[in-house]
């Protein structure tokens, strides 16, 4: 029971932080939003687990589009979770024991991102601007949104997560 209790506290305390980091940050452009959810969405996998990550992955995209950032199109917005839950899977499958060297943490690093990134191409770019009744504006703007900044802000977050799990992970496990 205590061991659930405290995944679900750092599961929740993870998920506040997200939200905070989406509000605060919303007017700072996606690269900038992308970059921050995406060191959550890492270090939520990192330092709490797959279970914790997959939660936080889901659930980000929901608040972002409360909130008002991102697209505001009910339809991309489970998209967007497939490919935060994509980013955090590859990168446990990658990283889980924690004890990685240099060139493992890279490759974790790099498939991590490039998954997400071909994941939301594929899906939004791909499929969901082909099948939804999208005007040619809308079509760009979402081309341009989950193309290259995508991988950029995959990149930049999961590889700042990976640099500061390791001390969150000895915070969390203090006594």
């Known amino acids: 029971m ?16 997200l939200i905070v980091l989406q509000a605060v940050t919303k007017s700072w452009g996606q690269i900038v939003t992308g ?10 996998v990192l330092t709490v687990g ?11 995209p929901f608040f972002a589009f409360m909130l008002g950032i991102g697209p505001q199109l009910i339809a991309i917005v489970p998209a967007i979770a497939v490919g935060n839950v994509v980013l955090v899977v590859v990168l ?11 060139w493992k943490t890279v490759i974790a690093w790099a498939a ?12 939004v770019v791909k ?3 082909s099948v939804l009744p999208l005007k040619a504006p809308q079509v760009a703007t979402f081309s341009t949104m989950f193309s290259w900044p995508q991988l950029f802000t ?7 997560a990976l640099l500061i799990a ?7 496990n203090a006594e």
């Not at 995959?154 to 700042?160: C, E, K, M, Y």
């Not at 390791?166 to 969390?172: A, E, T």
């Open 166 to 172: 390791p001390i969150v992970r000895k915070g969390l």
């Open 50 to 60: 797959l279970w914790s990550g997959v939660t936080v992955a889901a659930l980000s």
């Open 127 to 129: 499929v969901l601007c």
């Open 92 to 102: 446990w499958a990658l990283t889980k024991g924690h004890k990685l060297s240099h």
């Open 112 to 123: 991590a991102s490039v998954c997400k990134f071909l994941t939301l191409y594929l899906i």
């Open 154 to 160: 995959a990149l930049i977050g999961t590889g700042v």
């Open 35 to 44: 970059s921050f959810v995406n060191t959550v969405l890492a270090l939520s």
């Open 2 to 17: 205590k061991k659930k209790t405290l995944w679900l506290t750092e599961t929740a305390m993870l998920i506040a932080l």
